[in-house]
């Protein structure tokens, strides 16, 4: 696996490639993510991974500066896994000018669920990846990126991006990577003491019996149930920010009946320190 620093390196290690496939991490890798890099090598002719912890998502009580950076195994593990090329930039690297410009997503679907609670996070994450989509697929005639259905909203966002900016690149998702209690795999799980991550499972199964719940029911109905699952998810001593069933295109609320309807459900909630997210498609 060769291991770049700079944007132009990184254009001349993917010269001779027409479809690269592109994983983005910040590191601190887990099975998740060489899932995705391991599908990556499905997608196209190239697969290249990038670490870098992204200032410009994190709020500052945020944990940018405490984020765990784990670059000798994460470069093990993505040589394992059959990776290529890994891009790890420098903040310089990829900013050397300070990043006055910014990629301003569409409020409807920014600014509710993780925008509503940590403001101004998806501009962050629509600015570097814009950026590195420009980095590796800049003269190509197509590519691919691969995103974990976790981060549900981010995905659906970004592909909002790309079919906006007309970029020549498809965006895949791969499934959620879960330990066998459930619990979706997380960089930030690695924060939970051992008493909270027997705990943390509690947050699935919140969502699996919400969706259990909204099935069959009508949409006038679903406000009761989701406050219901939040007060069940604070008893236990959680601060939930939310638990609740959305449409799967457009993350809105849904209307009627429910039944049959492309739904998901979504929550968000800090355990101790840690805050965690999880999402059901049903």
Not at 40 to 57: C, E, K, M, P, W
Not at 83 to 101: G, S
Not at 112 to 124: C, D, V
Not at 232 to 257: F, I, K, S
Request: with cysteine; glycine share 8%.
């Amino acid at each position: 696996m060769n291991i770049v620093h700079t944007i132009e390196q990184l254009r001349a290690a993917l010269a001779s490639s027409r479809h690269p496939a592109f994983v983005a991490t910040m590191g601190n890798l887990h099975r998740g993510h060489l899932a995705l890099v391991r599908q990556a090598q499905q997608s196209g002719d190239f697969t290249v991974a990038s670490i870098f912890v992204n200032r410009l998502q994190f709020a500052p009580h945020e944990d940018f500066d405490s984020y765990p950076r784990t670059f000798e195994a994460d470069v093990q593990a993505l040589r394992d896994a059959g990776c290529k090329l890994l891009f790890a930039p420098a903040e310089a690297d990829l900013y050397p000018q300070a990043q006055t410009f910014r990629v301003q997503p569409d409020p409807a679907l920014a600014d509710i669920l993780e925008g509503q609670f940590r403001p101004g996070f998806f501009t962050g994450v629509c600015t570097v990846v814009f950026k590195l989509f420009q980095a590796i697929f800049a003269g190509k005639s197509e590519g691919t990126a691969l995103f974990g259905l976790k981060d549900y909203q981010q995905q659906l966002i970004i592909r909002h991006m790309v079919r906006q900016f007309a970029l020549p690149m498809t965006i895949a998702t791969g499934a959620t990577q879960r330990d066998p209690d459930g619990l979706a795999l997380s960089s930030r799980n690695g924060y939970l003491s051992p008493s909270e991550r027997a705990e943390a499972v509690a947050l699935p199964r919140a969502l699996q019996a919400l969706a259990t719940a909204a099935r069959g029911c009508n949409a006038g109905q679903l406000p009761e149930l989701e406050a219901q699952a939040l007060r069940a998810l604070q008893a236990r001593g959680w601060q939930a920010d939310y638990l609740t069933v959305r449409q799967r295109e457009n993350l809105l609320p849904p209307q009627g009946a429910l039944e049959g309807q492309a739904l998901v459900a979504l929550g968000a909630a800090r355990l101790g320190r840690t805050r965690l997210i999880d999402n059901l498609e049903f």
